[in-house]
């Protein structure tokens, strides 16, 4: 057993589990990832984008792969509705027996990567790589490991009719388990889809607390090619013992559109990049991002927005609901290159602390070389109003109904504008118990 | 209904009211009025359970109940209801769901089934259209982006639904034009009832023209220092509040 720490000696560990599941077509991405991997340092409390999120304790677990996988059907989460798409994934690995891929439209692929051939790889070469190994240490970690994942590739002119899910389910049992699920995303010209990503523990053994720690170390890729339209969103529950980093990397093309919203509910220390660039004009990106942490949670979201081209707008609302002794980041970059004239930016993030033992670093970090553009940031942080909660009492609602209403209300924001209704609903539901 | 006996409360260090006294029996309506600083919101404060003001000495009782003793929302389960001079504005939430939630509290306080939302809706749909408002009242967050007239009728409406026993409306007509405060008080007339007692507070006689008293009161430097008929009312808008000052001096 070696801890992640021991770069070389941690890569040898792990060519023992090596070589039966991935895809030979990303085999030399996978080496240069490696070589990469070894050169890189970890982030320090001296690294500028990890300032605030210590990754000390995450270095010294001995982390494995994971071998056999053992899951209770009984016991996992309620999967979707048979008649969605949804591909399942275990510890990393693709689950042919819990995913429902049997009614997928016409011009749209999708599956496992390490199942994925030869046209599907070639197909997939201006996806994967998009997110950059060369700087940051856990996507090359990601890269050099990598064994399975998903892949949705939308046709031109194609429209998904309805949501396509990615279960990321974790199952450590009573060893500490790394996980590097990879997702590629790909829309052709003028194509729409709605895409659904979920973390959370696969069974009530860990949630329990008695199993080891966990690490997902997750990348998605996504490219939207010209006009088109992408929804995607990304549900983090994992269990309060795991660590969850992550990062989903952007390229859109020309007048596309493209929306995510991040819901952080789960995990013990949790990095969550959000790293969108313009390719090309008259495109639209919208960032948005809900988080809730209470205990000693450690929850840090990092978004970079690239205006790399001219007459791009982004609108960017975090939200963060903060108790006990939980710690919460924000760090948001806008780059407005040199010919990124017109370019309308938006950034807010909004944080409600509950306790006096919750903390927040915001850091909004714009970089402007254009001049003839519109960036705005704000930063609030506060607590729940005395005065609405004695209002709200007045009429016959108690305090803790009234904490719980307002804290609604705070999230609301976020929450309304997801478009799936049956998520909008869930996810009301998990706040109004907050 | 309601019993007050030399009730004295302060704000930090400063005392505010200095031994209030007041009868209001079911079926009554009486107005408190007074100067600037008399202690007319401390006094509505007070009943409501706002924390910011300690009582130190004295007795309130509410249906033969130490109000004091219960917290705010158990003093409006049991019917008490405050219609706030500056109504709180709360984005995010809906007047339909926050009314309903707050409806179904009391009515579960009462021992009544909650309202599901066919119900609910057929209820404050018939008190929207006895208050001339609109029904995307519902739909709206509670009184954000209000002007002050929509929100002192929004305070009415919830008072319909909400059936109290005892209403103190605190600087009801401040900030409504003429329009606006004819439509409230027909609001509060029309809610007026045997079995319920208002209590109207006020820095000036014209919303009492609209909303007729049976008694009226003079609270001046935290103390009821004179009380009569509606005539009274009349009497201070003609000779305004210094001879009161006056004699209480």
Redesign the interface.
């Known amino acids: 057993m070696t801890a992640l720490a021991e770069k070389t000696g941690f890569l040898k560990h792990w060519d023992r589990f090596n070589g039966k599941r991935f895809s030979p077509y990303f085999e030399p991405l996978r080496q240069s990832a490696r070589a990469r991997f070894q050169d890189l340092p970890f982030p320090t409390a001296r690294t500028e984008d990890w300032r605030f999120t210590s990754v000390t304790g995450l270095l010294g677990v001995p982390f494995e792969a994971p071998q056999s996988l053992r899951v209770d059907r009984q016991a996992l989460p309620t999967l979707p509705p048979g008649d969605a798409n949804c591909l399942v994934f275990v510890n990393g690995a693709f689950s042919g027996a819990l995913s429902n891929i049997g009614n997928v439209p016409a011009g749209i692929k999708l599956g496992s990567l390490a199942q994925a051939g030869a046209e599907t790889a070639e197909r997939l070469k201006a996806v994967m790589g998009l997110a950059s190994f060369q700087d940051q240490v856990f996507t090359a970690l990601n890269t050099s490991l990598f064994d399975d994942g998903a892949y949705i590739i939308v046709e031109e002119g194609r429209v998904v009719p309805r949501p396509i899910e990615l279960w990321y389910l974790s199952s450590p049992g009573q060893k500490n388990l790394l996980a590097n699920p990879r997702t590629l995303i790909a829309l052709g010209k003028n194509s729409q889809a709605t895409i659904v990503e979920r973390f959370l523990p696969a069974d009530p053994l860990s949630a329990l607390g008695q199993a080891g720690a966990y690490f997902t170390n997750a990348v998605t890729e996504i490219v939207l090619g010209e006009r088109s339209i992408l929804d995607h969103y990304k549900i983090q529950k994992e269990d309060t013992n795991a660590y969850h980093i992550a990062v989903t990397q952007v390229a859109q093309g020309a007048a596309s559109s493209f929306s995510t919203h991040y819901f952080a509910m789960g995990g013990g220390l949790v990095r969550n990049d959000v790293r969108v660039r313009f390719d090309g004009e008259h495109s639209e990106a919208t960032v948005n991002g809900l988080y809730l942490a209470g205990d000693t949670q450690h929850i840090d979201n990092f978004t970079v927005i690239d205006h790399a081209k001219a007459n791009c707008a982004s609108h960017e609302l975090y939200k963060g609901i903060l108790s006990d002794q939980a710690h919460g980041v924000f760090n948001g970059k806008i780059f407005v290159r040199p010919d990124a004239q017109k370019t309308d930016a938006k950034q807010t993030n909004k944080v409600l602390l509950l306790s006096d033992g919750a903390t927040i670093n915001t850091k909004p970090q714009l970089e402007i070389f254009a001049d003839d553009v519109k960036c705005t940031h704000g930063a609030t942080v506060g607590q729940l109003d005395d005065e609405q909660i004695f209002y709200l009492r007045t009429r016959g609602i108690d305090e803790k109904a009234a904490r719980g209403l307002l804290t609604y209300a705070f999230a609301n924001d976020v929450i309304g504008r997801v478009k799936i209704n049956a998520l909008r609903e869930e996810l009301e539901q998990k706040i109004i118990h907050l | 209904m309601l019993t007050i006996q030399n009730l004295h409360a302060r704000v930090e260090d400063k005392e505010i009211l200095r031994g209030v006294n007041l009868q209001l029996n079911a079926g009554e309506v009486h107005a408190i009025m007074g100067p600037n600083g008399s202690g007319k919101s401390t006094l509505a404060g007070v009943l ?4 910011a003001f300690e009582v130190t000495e004295g007795q309130v009782f509410y249906n033969g109940k130490d109000l004091l003793d219960l ?3 158990e ?3 049991e019917g008490v ?2 219609a ?1 001079q500056y ?2 504005e ?4 809906t007047n339909m ?3 309903r ?3 179904n ?2 009515r579960k ?1 009462r021992g009544q089934d909650e309202l599901d939302g066919a119900k609910f809706l057929k209820l404050v749909k018939e008190k929207l259209n006895v208050l001339h408002i609109a029904d995307d009242l519902l739909k709206r ?1 509670v009184n954000e982006g209000f002007s002050g007239g929509e929100k002192k009728r929004n305070e009415i409406f ?1 008072m319909a639904v ?1 059936d109290p026993r005892l209403c103190i409306l605190d600087e009801t007509d401040s900030g409504l034009d003429i329009d606006a405060l004819r439509i409230v008080a027909d609001g509060v007339n029309s809610l007026r009832r045997k079995d319920r007692a208002i209590l109207v507070i006020t820095h000036y006689q014209r919303l009492l023209e609209y909303i007729v008293p049976d008694k009226v009161h003079v609270l001046y430097d935290g103390r009821i220092v004179k009380s009569g008929g509606k005539e009274l009312a009349l009497e201070l808008e003609a000779k305004g509040y210094d001879w009161i000052k006056e004699q209480a001096a």
């Open positions: 409501a359970g706002r924390n917290d705010p929302e003093r409006a389960r209801f405050l706030f109504p709180v709360i984005p995010g939430v769901y926050f009314l939630a707050a409806l509290a009391i306080h967050p919830q909400l």
